[in-house]
Structures are given as C-alpha cells and as structure tokens.
C-alpha cells in the first residue's frame, strides 16, 4: 500500500543552519506530495506542495522537489531561524493523505 | 483566507461516554475527513465523506465511530462509547476534488483534543 518513510528525529540545529528533513514515499500513481508543520498546541498547517514530477513546491524559504525517479520529496532550508522549531509532516495523496510519522525540528540560537 | 472550523478545541469526557466532534469544512469544498493522532505518533486517516456518505474509512474506523453531515454545514465525528485509548487530536479537513491533474491540498482545521479518563 502507499505509504511515506521520514528521517527519524529529533533534529537539533543552530540558527542559520542549512534543514534537510528526507522523506521518500510508495504509491501507485502519481500522488501529490505535501509537508505540513505542526507548532506546539497548534493543529496541521500545509508549508508547501507539489502535485506532479519535478514540481516544486516552497514557501517561507523552504523547499521541496517532487522526484519521481528516487520516489523522494526532501525539505530543504538555507538558513533556520528559532521560530522554525516545530515537527514536519511528509505526506502524499490526491484525496486520503499518508503521513509520515513527523519529524520534531528544534532550532537553537 | 477560508477556514475549516471545529469545536471543542478541547474535551474531557469519561470512559463509556458518548462524544460528539464538531466540523464546520469550507462551504465549496465537496469531500470532508476525519484524521487522528495520538500524542506523539503520526496522523492517521479515518474516514471520507462525500455525496452524504462515507466513501472510504480505516481499519481504525469501527462500528464505535459514525459520521454525518446533519444540515449540510455541519461535519461530526461521533464515538458511542469512549475508550482511554480513543484519546487523542481529532482533525477535520475538506478539499475540492482532485481534477485536471492540480491537487487542491487539504484544509485542515485547528482539532479537538480528546482526552478519555
């Protein structure tokens, strides 16, 4: 079945420090690939999207590439800042999403 | 921006009882979900809605959970007799259907945190 493998946490970074949270994904089809951002006491907040090949989704300096090839949709950063301390979910789907199991970021200054 | 809104944000009830979770999806929005997560683990899809019935449910989805759309605004989550391990963050999401190849990503809203006792 579909599903969607995330690097395991926690992930420790200082400030200005390059993000990379890999995630790869099994489907059939061609799935739409999300990352969404859970801060603390707050519900699921989409951070960018990609709906087909080579797409690339970003927003808020993050990015991510959908690779059809290697079946991945990494999370890219150039440079963190505190207040992106949160966990990130990887998920795929066109109507059923799949999570990832979220991967906890905390950022020191 | 369009907002999926659910109430409680958060509710305690006693094992046995029946609770009721609240949606209020996006007014266009054709398809409505129900997902879980339990503190620290991942978010786990329970059921769709659409056309006023369910079209796809997990296996976590048993005859202890129902669903409906009472008033054509309104998108409920009813567990009839609650369990300690039903605790857990409930979200609501809605979508337009998926067409033309663009995915119209989900809309979650804020949850309702269930805690059983």
């Known amino acids: 079945g579909n599903s969607v493998t995330q690097m395991e946490g926690p992930v420790t970074l200082s400030e200005e420090a390059f993000l990379t949270i890999n995630c790869t994904y099994t489907?059939?089809?061609?799935?739409?690939l999300f990352w969404y951002v859970q801060y603390p006491g707050e519900g699921l907040q989409l951070l960018l999207k990609?709906?087909?090949?080579?797409d690339k989704g970003s927003n808020k300096g993050f990015e991510a590439t959908y690779r059809k090839e290697t079946t991945s949709f990494h999370l890219e950063k150039g440079s963190v800042q505190v207040s992106d301390s949160a966990v990130y979910f990887c998920?795929?789907?066109?109507?059923?999403?799949?999570f990832g199991q979220g991967t906890r970021l905390t950022i020191n200054p | 921006e369009p907002e999926v809104t659910q109430t409680p944000s958060h509710q305690v009830t006693q094992m046995g009882q029946e609770v009721i979770l609240r949606c209020v999806p996006i007014?266009?929005?054709?398809?409505f979900y129900w997902y879980r997560q339990i503190l620290g683990q991942k978010v786990e899809f329970l059921v769709s809605?659409?056309?006023?019935?369910?079209?796809?449910k997990s296996e976590i989805f048993d005859d202890q959970f129902s669903v409906e759309r009472p008033d054509g605004s309104n998108f409920t989550l009813k567990i009839r007799s609650t369990k300690l391990e039903d605790s857990a963050m409930y979200f609501c999401?809605?979508?337009?259907?998926?067409?033309?190849?663009?995915?119209?990503?989900?809309?979650f809203g804020s949850g309702t945190r269930l805690t059983v006792v």
């Open positions: 998920a795929q789907g066109a109507q059923k999403l799949v």
């Open positions: 489907a059939t089809g061609y799935p739409s």
């Open positions: 990609a709906t087909k090949a080579d």
């Open positions: 007014s266009n929005h054709l398809y």
């Open positions: 809605f659409y056309n006023n019935e369910i079209s796809e």
């Open positions: 999401a809605s979508i337009l259907p998926y067409r033309q190849g663009v995915g119209y990503g989900y809309t």
